[in-house]
């Protein structure tokens, strides 16, 4: 007669079982195999349901989106390919999207829509200048370029979503208070804008900067979390912006961030609830560069619920990124 066992959930972490007959070998707790959820690259994981879904019951829940947030480790590649891929699934599914990237500010925006509504032809190197990539980014434009490119090709709008890094990095050196005043704060039409206080946000955000940050005097911290608003703040402006002008459903908005900026749903999506005020469908994915050395972390990121949708993809060639917001 055959032995049976079942492992139940929610016993102090305690297996128990439940034996048809008593036999003389006991109870012996079921292999760590079979307990221990096998996190591959590739798999998309619904993190409310903690179940892996295919990318066709993925998509189809994507296509249901007003915004669809990816969050990136970045340059890493294998996170621009996942872009790629949904940005594909919904050109095929007849949606019309946009593109909204974190690399791009708001200063780029003329010439976006010139190079991607109005066909004007650019080099690579004019390009670049022109939408003060080095000032505002700074980083190597090749990894990014293929999702340009990808707008370009299918005629996406390209949305700017940074506020420019000179205001940025004036508020974390002077503090909010200081720099809403300076001509250049109220040159983005922000004269009168304040920083929503948030409890959730500020707990996580501020953790992690102290986190990335360590021994710095605490006025330095606010400013940094006070830069740290002012970013999301900006992102969520640019979004809400073209949700209220939005002329066709079928035209969804993908956000392209820094995981930081989508993680619980805090920095970015909140903030465009709050700023649309209307019902609004928003789905985020958080792409994983996933270690199998570290799969601890994803079990954290799925108890933690750190989006809808958890992306396990190949590392890059810098290799796991800590997270230490965007």
């Known amino acids: 007669m055959a032995l049976i066992k079942h492992s139940l959930a929610g016993w102090g ?18 292999k760590e195999e079979y307990t221990t959820p096998r996190y591959q690259v590739g798999q998309i994981w619904d993190v409310k349901q903690h179940k892996i879904v295919s990318f066709a019951e993925f998509t189809s829940a994507l296509l249901k ?20 891929r949904i940005l594909n699934a919904l050109v095929h599914a007849h949606k019309r999207p946009v593109l909204a990237m974190e690399m791009f500010s708001w200063d780029a925006q003329e010439t976006l829509n ?19 990539w080095k000032e505002n980014w700074g980083g190597t434009f090749s990894p990014y ?13 390209l949305y700017a979503l940074n506020p420019p890094r000179s205001l940025i990095r004036r508020v974390a050196s002077q503090g909010f208070a200081r720099v809403q005043q300076d001509s250049l704060f109220q040159g983005w039409k922000l004269a009168g804008a304040k920083l ?22 605490p006025e330095v911290y606010e400013h940094l979390y006070e ?36 993680q619980y749903g805090l ?10 005020g209307k019902p609004l469908h928003q789905i985020t994915v958080y792409l994983h560069a996933f270690d199998p050395k570290q799969a601890d972390e994803v079990t954290t990121l799925l108890a ?6 958890l992306w396990l993809t190949p590392v890059g060639p810098q290799g796991p990124s800590p997270r230490c917001g965007a």
Do not use: W
Not at 65 to 84: C, F, K, M, N, Q
Not at 114 to 132: C, P, R, S
Not at 267 to 276: A, E, F, L, N, Q
Not at 304 to 309: E, K, L, P, Q, V
């Open 114 to 132: 010139q190079y991607i509504q109005n066909g004007k032809t650019l080099g690579e190197d004019e390009f670049l200048q022109a939408v003060h």
């Open 145 to 157: 370029k293929r999702l340009v490119t990808f707008a370009h090709a299918h005629a996406i709008p």
């Open 13 to 30: 972490g305690k297996t128990l079982c439940v034996v048809g007959v008593v036999l003389t070998l006991g109870c012996t707790p079921l």
């Open 267 to 276: 920095p970015v999506p909140k903030r465009v609830s709050r700023r649309y």
């Open 65 to 84: 989106a007003d915004v669809i947030y990816l969050g990136e480790a970045h340059y890493t590649p294998p996170h621009i390919d996942a872009a790629l």
């Open 304 to 309: 933690d619920r750190i989006a809808n949708y």
């Open 196 to 217: 929503p206080h948030d409890p959730a946000y500020r707990a996580v955000i501020f953790d992690q900067i102290i986190r990335c940050h360590p021994h710095l005097k």
């Open 227 to 262: 830069a740290s608003v002012v970013r999301d703040e900006g992102m969520a402006k640019v979004i809400a912006d073209y949700l209220a002008h939005r002329q066709a459903p079928n035209r969804p908005l993908v956000s392209y961030t820094g995981g930081g900026h989508i």
